[in-house]
């Protein structure tokens, strides 16, 4: 069963660089079978797809947020990470990471961490 947990700071101030990261169990960053993901709520709003990361380094953006995002990896330490720069109180949200188990290209299963508030505020 893979687990996921985000980590970092719950408050960053406006124009900063929101960074977190998602540590991984029970499952590795490098397998073909896994993508890896970050996904946003705002409050009141519904689910954003921020990015994803897959075995072999390769990302891809939100076109909303590409200029803005950045998704890099540790294979040493089975995490990946966000970077989102330029911030605005509109990023405060909830922030997930989300791994998705594939066959070839049928999803088999999803797993999310449980989530961790960022607010944006000076």
């Known amino acids: 069963q893979v687990q996921l947990q985000e980590s970092g700071p719950g408050l960053v101030k406006p124009s900063q660089t929101l960074s977190l990261m998602c540590t991984v169990s029970g499952g590795s960053i490098t397998d073909f079978y896994y993508t890896w993901s970050w996904i946003r709520q705002p409050p009141g709003k519904g689910l954003e797809w921020m990015g994803v990361?897959?075995?072999?380094?390769?990302?891809y953006y939100n076109p909303s947020l590409k200029s803005r995002t950045s998704i890099s990896r540790d294979t040493s330490k089975n995490q990946f990470s966000l970077q989102l720069s330029s911030v605005t109180p509109e990023d405060t949200a909830v922030y997930y990471c989300k791994a998705e188990l594939f066959s070839g290209l049928v999803l088999q299963n999803e797993y999310w961490g449980q989530g961790t508030q960022v607010t944006v505020s000076s």
């Open positions: 990361i897959a075995y072999d380094g390769s990302t």
